[in-house]
């Protein structure tokens, strides 16, 4: 329950997560490696990237088995901090 109202979520509950930053070598490994920080058994094969139309941007989307939402608001709160994600969603 958040603010005295119920979760929108069902943990545990399959979730896709999606970080933008700028198409620069490592962005990939970055974001994984912030994710796994609260969800150490992320595979790899469950993380797709696609490049913006022009080429500049990258997203990132792992898709993740979040346990709470505090696990969910961590890995958030993580990926919004760093300067080279410009965007989670």
Excluded: W
Excluded at 44 to 71: D, H
């Amino acid at each position: 329950m958040i603010d005295g109202k119920t979760d929108v979520f069902d943990f545990p509950c399959v979730f896709p997560l999606k970080a933008i930053g700028r198409d620069q070598d490592g962005f990939r490994e970055l974001v994984i490696e912030i994710v796994r920080r609260h969800m150490p058994e992320l595979n790899e094969n469950a993380v797709t990237t696609r490049l913006s139309a022009g080429g500049k941007y990258i997203s990132l989307t792992a898709t993740i088995v979040a346990q709470s939402r505090e696990q969910l608001d961590a890995v958030y709160s993580d990926l919004s901090r760093h300067e080279q994600v410009l965007l989670v969603l």
